[in-house]
């Protein structure tokens, strides 16, 4: 025998946690994006102020690639 059963379990536990904790922080790294503002055909902003107010009148379901073209 080269390992003990301890160790063994100890091992895939070690591999199992790693990846788990990997998974949940990507999945709170989607979760946190998808609360970010739509940049979608707006122009950049130039001041602070418009930095600030940026987003403020978007609810996060909107999409505006989804949504008609105005004319």
């Known amino acids: 025998m080269d390992q003990a059963p301890a160790e063994d379990v100890l091992a895939r536990f070690s591999q199992f946690l790693s990846l788990t904790i990997l998974g949940i ?4 790294g989607a979760i946190v994006g998808l609360m ?10 130039e001041m602070i102020e418009d930095g600030e107010n940026f987003g403020k009148d978007q609810s996060f ?5 989804c949504q008609r073209q105005k004319e």
Request: aromatic share 10%; with cysteine.
């Open 25 to 28: 922080l990507a999945l709170i």
């Open 36 to 45: 970010l503002p739509e940049t979608l055909g707006v122009i950049l902003l």
């Open 61 to 65: 379901w909107d999409f505006p690639c």
